[in-house]
């Protein structure tokens, strides 16, 4: 499939092509200063790299952090399935999962989960702070959350998984927490848990609470596949927000969906 922007002709699959459509794709913006196209999807924006990524690998609620693409044939604007290399990295930056730099060089580390934050304490190294992140992770028993992917050897990982320590009790803290995913309508609510909305007509709706960014942002994904079908006119059934619900708030509000 080739599509036509104004400074240059993209390359994807057919298959692709269709799966950015379903998605609620708007259009392209093409970025000159980092050669990288970014999808406009109704209330976000994704660059294509990381979309592809998620659709190659078939599992778009793991996104890679900390990846390398590379174009076999040399054409950054072919997006063809065949042409796309990527390649692991791990490289320190402050978007790696509940770590934040210090003003002392070192790193901290904090998982904000069931309505409440815990803070791990602090590291001489990123990894070693990605690392308690993960193991807190399990050690609370939480299941279905995004982790770091640490790109290390795994004898080197599994020897600093194991030297690390908490207390005896995890003990969260007050704070208003800032979700992971800049691209999410979301919001921590104390108490309640992370809230997903969207705008109609001007008035933000609420479409649920859950417990984990990682839940609420598949809600989000579904919200959107259910917009796209619905103006289709094709049904499908919602499994992680209540279309009921927000019918009804959206009929108090008097505004149509």
Same mark, same amino acid.
């Given at each position: 499939? !080739?599509?036509?922007?104004?400074?240059? =002709?993209?390359?994807?699959?057919?298959?692709?092509?269709?799966?950015?459509?379903?998605?609620?794709?708007?259009?392209?913006?093409?970025?000159?200063?980092?050669?990288?196209?970014?999808?406009?999807?109704?209330?976000?924006?994704?660059?294509?790299?990381?979309?592809?990524?998620?659709?190659?690998?078939?599992?778009? &609620?793991k996104l890679? /952090? &900390?990846?390398?693409? *590379?174009?076999?044939?040399?054409?950054?604007?072919?997006?063809?399935?065949?042409?796309?290399?990527?390649?692991?990295?791990?490289?320190?930056?402050?978007?790696?999962? &509940?770590?934040?730099?210090?003003?002392n060089g070192?790193?901290?580390?904090?998982? #904000?989960?069931?309505?409440?934050?815990?803070?791990?304490?602090?590291?001489?190294?990123?990894?070693?702070? #990605?690392?308690?992140?993960?193991?807190? !992770?399990?050690?609370? $028993?939480?299941?279905?959350?995004?982790?770091?992917?640490?790109?290390? @050897?795994?004898?080197?990982? +599994?020897?600093?998984?194991?030297?690390? /320590?908490?207390?005896?009790?995890?003990? @969260? +803290?007050? *704070?208003?927490?800032?979700?992971?995913?800049?691209?999410? @309508?979301? *919001?921590?609510?104390?108490?309640?848990?992370?809230?997903?909305?969207?705008?109609? &007509?001007?008035?933000?709706?609420?479409?649920?609470?859950?417990?984990s960014e990682?839940?609420?942002?598949? #809600?989000?994904? =579904?919200?959107? *596949?259910?917009?796209?079908?619905?103006?289709? $006119? =094709?049904?499908?059934?919602?499994?992680?927000?209540?279309?009921?619900?927000?019918?009804?708030?959206? #009929?108090?509000?008097?505004?149509?969906?």
């Amino acid at each position: 499939m !080739l599509v036509k922007l104004k400074r240059c =002709e993209l390359i994807v699959n057919d298959e692709d092509f269709l799966a950015l459509m379903s998605d609620g794709c708007k259009g392209f913006i093409y970025k000159t200063a980092s050669k990288s196209i970014i999808v406009k999807f109704e209330s976000y924006t994704q660059t294509l790299s990381s979309y592809m990524y998620s659709q190659i690998n078939d599992n778009w &609620g793991k996104l890679l /952090r &900390g990846f390398k693409l *590379e174009f076999k044939n040399g054409n950054h604007f072919d997006y063809s399935r065949e042409n796309l290399l990527y390649t692991r990295i791990y490289k320190s930056s402050t978007k790696t999962l &509940g770590v934040s730099k210090t003003n002392n060089g070192n790193y901290a580390s904090k998982v #904000a989960y069931n309505n409440k934050v815990y803070h791990l304490g602090t590291f001489s190294s990123e990894v070693e702070a #990605a690392i308690a992140y993960n193991k807190v !992770l399990d050690l609370l $028993g939480v299941k279905n959350v995004e982790k770091n992917v640490v790109d290390i @050897p795994k004898h080197d990982y +599994d020897r600093i998984y194991k030297t690390i /320590r908490f207390g005896t009790k995890l003990k @969260p +803290d007050e *704070e208003k927490v800032q979700s992971i995913y800049d691209n999410i @309508p979301i *919001e921590y609510k104390k108490g309640k848990g992370w809230k997903l909305y969207s705008i109609f &007509g001007g008035k933000k709706i609420t479409l649920g609470v859950y417990n984990s960014e990682y839940m609420a942002k598949i #809600a989000y994904k =579904e919200f959107n *596949e259910y917009l796209h079908k619905r103006e289709i $006119g =094709e049904d499908m059934q919602c499994t992680h927000f209540n279309i009921s619900s927000l019918l009804n708030k959206l #009929a108090k509000a008097k505004i149509s969906l």
